[in-house]
């Protein structure tokens, strides 16, 4: 199976049984959605969303969060991983939106990825998930099952698999796709025991084919 037929296998099979995939982050609009991608740095989204109607409730636009104090958003975010830093990382955030955006979330990789707290993965899921724009965020999740079926060969950072994704992924469905690997991962191809006798894509998987001739 060449790489093209792999690509064009794996996205037919999501197409129609994951039509549309999105991500499971709960927010309402680009601010609250920032804030929960922040938290879910090496986190699970079930526990961002356990803590973030509490984070909303009191801080509800950048404004409001540009004046937290330390001391008191931690409690709140306390349960997520590396909370100390995230809540610096968080007011931070906040204070250059009020200052420098208006409190608005801006919609270009190359000005997110100057906000503290927010890398090229975080700025890929804002402005794909916001603004459909054809940006690949590569988390370990997308990272480990692309290059587990075939799709990534060799790609040692998650820059060389995103630019390997978007390489061969149609533009106008890289922002779906990215949840179709993530939800994948989280689901059928986890890390330690992919579930490959119920994935419906195992036929198009090098990982699971090497397996069949084991």
Request: with cysteine; charged share 20%.
């Amino acid at each position: 199976m060449t790489k093209k037929e792999r690509y064009q296998q794996v996205i037919a099979y999501f197409q129609e049984n994951m039509p549309a995939a999105e991500t499971e982050l709960m927010y309402d609009n680009p601010f609250q959605l920032l804030v929960a991608v922040i938290l879910s740095a090496q986190c699970t989204d079930k526990r961002v969303n356990m803590v973030t109607p509490n984070i909303f409730r009191v801080y509800p636009n950048a404004e409001k969060l540009s004046e937290a104090n330390f001391d008191d958003l931690f409690p709140i975010i306390k349960s997520i991983s590396y909370p100390n830093n995230k809540a610096k990382h968080l007011i931070a955030m906040a204070e250059i939106l009020h200052r420098d955006y208006n409190g608005a979330v801006p919609l270009t990789v190359a000005e997110l990825v100057q906000l503290p707290g927010v890398g090229r993965k975080t700025a890929n899921v804002i402005t794909s998930v916001i603004d459909n724009q054809p940006n690949m965020a590569v988390d370990t999740h997308v990272f480990r099952v692309s290059a587990r079926i075939g799709l990534t060969t060799a790609a040692k950072t998650p820059l060389s698999a995103e630019k390997q994704l978007i390489k061969n992924i149609p533009s106008e469905l890289i922002h779906v796709a990215h949840h179709w690997l993530i939800l994948h991962g989280r689901y059928v191809c986890i890390a330690r025991k992919p579930k490959c006798v119920e994935c419906g894509i195992k036929n198009s998987c090098k990982f699971y084919n090497k397996l069949l001739k084991e």
